[in-house]
Structure formats: structure tokens, C-alpha cells
């Protein structure tokens, strides 16, 4: 197993796997859009950072690091989590724990104050493993489409 920021050339497989979680939530996003938020994360690690999961050179799951959200209130710099996802055929082996104490460690790296991250109410295993790894949650999120 080996977590690393995904290049380039994970571009096909990172796509792959965010088209299921777009499945997963009934969303859906055109292949050249995924593609475009690909690249441009990969060509601005300042402000996103994709991790992915590889077992035996095959990637398996994928998390991304939003960095650079200001904190008015207490004057430091804070991070979200979003896109978690193992391929189904690789859960159950304790990955989305290994890949995302890898992004907190990259966090904590970068000096944010916290990282924050959303769950659908109902996925139960996600929200376990987020409480596991220590979030909390007292709060509600709200979406608003603009466009």
C-alpha cells in the first residue's frame, strides 16, 4: 500500500473513481469537467492537493485537500476534505483510514488550524470512520445553486 499526490498520469484512474462517487451521491458531471478539475488541482498544489491510494501500482481510492480557507473569526488557515472514495472491490481493508491520516498529516504539515469535511446523513460507514479518525459535528450544512 502507498498513498501519494496523485500526477498527471493518474488523471484516467482519480476520473474513474470520482465518477462513482458522483454515481453514489445521484450526481452526475460531464468527463471534461472531471478532467479540467483534475489538471487543475494537479497544476495548483498550493491550493488543492489529490491523494491517492495504490495497491500494487493499481489506484484504489483517491481523497482531495482544499487548502487556503481564511477563518475570520480566530485569524488562521483552515482546509476541507472532499472526493473520499475507495473502490468498492478494495473496501473493507482499512484504506480510506490509511489515505486520509495521510491528508491530515499533510494538514497538519501545512499548518492549518482544522480541516473540515461533509457526509450525507445517511452513510453510516463514512461517518463512523470520520468519527473515528476524531471529527466532530455539531452543525448542518446548507448548499445553495447559484448557476
Not at 478494495?90 to 501545512?110: D, F, I, P, S, T
Not at 463514512?126 to 468519527?131: M, P, Q, S
Request: contains cysteine; hydrophobic residues 45%.
Amino acid at each position: 500500500m502507498q498513498v501519494k499526490i496523485a500526477t498527471l498520469e493518474d488523471q484516467g484512474a482519480v476520473c474513474r473513481l470520482w465518477i462513482m462517487l458522483l454515481t453514489y451521491y445521484e450526481k452526475n458531471a460531464a468527463p471534461e469537467v472531471l478532467e479540467r478539475s483534475f489538471r487543475y488541482a494537479v497544476e495548483h498544489p498550493q491550493k488543492v492537493l489529490i491523494f491517492i491510494i495504490l495497491i500494487e501500482g493499481v489506484v484504489t481510492g483517491t481523497a482531495s485537500l482544499h487548502l487556503g480557507h481564511y477563518s475570520t473569526w480566530n485569524d488562521n488557515w483552515y482546509g476541507h476534505i472532499e472526493d473520499v472514495i475507495i473502490d468498492p472491490a478494495y473496501r473493507g481493508n482499512g484504506l480510506a483510514c490509511a489515505l486520509l491520516k495521510e491528508v491530515l498529516q499533510a494538514a497538519r504539515e501545512k499548518k492549518l488550524s482544522r480541516v473540515e469535511l461533509n457526509a450525507l446523513n445517511d452513510n453510516l460507514p463514512a461517518r463512523r470512520l470520520y468519527e473515528k479518525l476524531g471529527f466532530t459535528t455539531d452543525s448542518v450544512t446548507y448548499e445553495l445553486l447559484l448557476n
